[in-house]
């Protein structure tokens, strides 16, 4: 039995009697509007995310933009530190910078897509 016939159901047993102020018709879709509210209120809201997808979300979203200046940036050197523990400063020819800027746009992609498995879509 749906809640409009329970609703009527009920109205007939406990013998009252639609308000005065409406008709029948208006009670049916004030009867309609109530079950699709509840019916609202059944669904799953979409937005509830865990703590731990939400501190992941964060992270991701931070990266894609750090990731996405990189991409957008002039990189002219490189800050090394070799594996014998010596710092440099390495200059970076035009085929690299656009090899690199790629990698940032790629990497920034594939978080973009692991953010959209959490369910948030980055513009």
């Known amino acids: 039995m749906n809640i409009k016939q329970l609703m009527i159901k009920g109205f007939k047993i ?3 009697q639609v308000p005065s102020y409406a ?17 609202q209120l059944k669904e799953p809201d ?10 992941r ?17 002039e990189i002219e050197y490189l800050n090394v530190k070799y594996p014998n523990g010596r710092h440099d400063s390495v200059f970076i020819k035009d085929e690299l910078k656009e090899k690199i800027q790629k990698v940032f746009e790629d990497y920034a992609d594939e978080l973009k897509a692991e953010l959209k498995e959490l369910g948030v879509d980055y513009e």
């Open 14 to 16: 406990t013998k009252q």
């Open 57 to 73: 979300a964060n992270i991701l979203v931070q990266n894609v933009k750090i990731l996405e200046t990189l991409s957008k940036s």
């Open 23 to 39: 008709d029948e018709e208006e009670w049916y879709e004030a009867c309609d509007k109530a079950i699709k509210l509840i019916e």
């Open 46 to 55: 979409e937005t509830k995310m865990n703590l731990k997808d939400l501190e």
